[in-house]
């Protein structure tokens, strides 16, 4: 790793790296699981976010009025789990399944008008990754000046380690 420093932050030496290149929310997100070794860390980290997918699905799933017996939802769920995307997911123990629940959560949010909850989610999931952030143009084009100002303060509530 330290080879590749130079290559991603201009005009560094290996070494020189003093602080943690990513987001602090996505640090703390995967704090606890760092005090377990490396193999149970992943597989705790993967079955939260494992979790997190099905739950983000059931909940769309429910949002469209789709009356699935329980079978069915395991059905459901396991064509989401085995695909090759989310495959990729579990091998790189990605942040993709905690997004996507928070995502879920901002459209149920705006669906249900509760503009507050959808700024929250959007915001939060803007502090773990920059994309989503983009959603507050959404807002902003709604004119939903409540659902920006939440999710700024709960973006802007993380802790600022760095400046690039």
Not at 65 to 81: D, M, P, T
Not at 128 to 147: D, E, N, T
Request: glycine share 8%; net charge positive.
């Amino acid at each position: 790793m330290a080879e590749s420093i130079p290559f991603h932050i201009r005009n560094a030496r290996a070494g020189d790296l003093h602080f943690n290149p990513h987001p602090p929310v996505a640090v703390a997100i995967a704090l606890p699981f760092g005090a377990l070794e490396y193999r149970a860390s992943l597989l705790a980290w993967n079955i939260f976010s494992l979790l997190a997918i099905v739950l983000a699905v059931d909940l769309l799933i429910g949002q469209f009025g789709y009356a699935l017996s329980r079978s069915e939802r395991l059905f459901v769920a396991g064509v989401v789990l085995s695909s090759s995307v989310l495959r990729s997911q579990v091998l790189y123990g990605q942040l993709n399944g905690v997004l996507l629940l928070l995502l879920v959560g901002a459209w149920l949010g705006v669906r249900h008008q509760s503009w507050s909850w959808a700024g929250f989610c959007v915001g939060l999931a803007a502090s773990i990754k920059l994309f989503p952030g983009f959603l507050v143009l959404f807002f902003a084009a709604r004119c939903r000046s409540r659902s920006l100002e939440i999710s700024d303060a709960s973006c802007d509530a993380r802790p600022k380690s760095h400046d690039f």
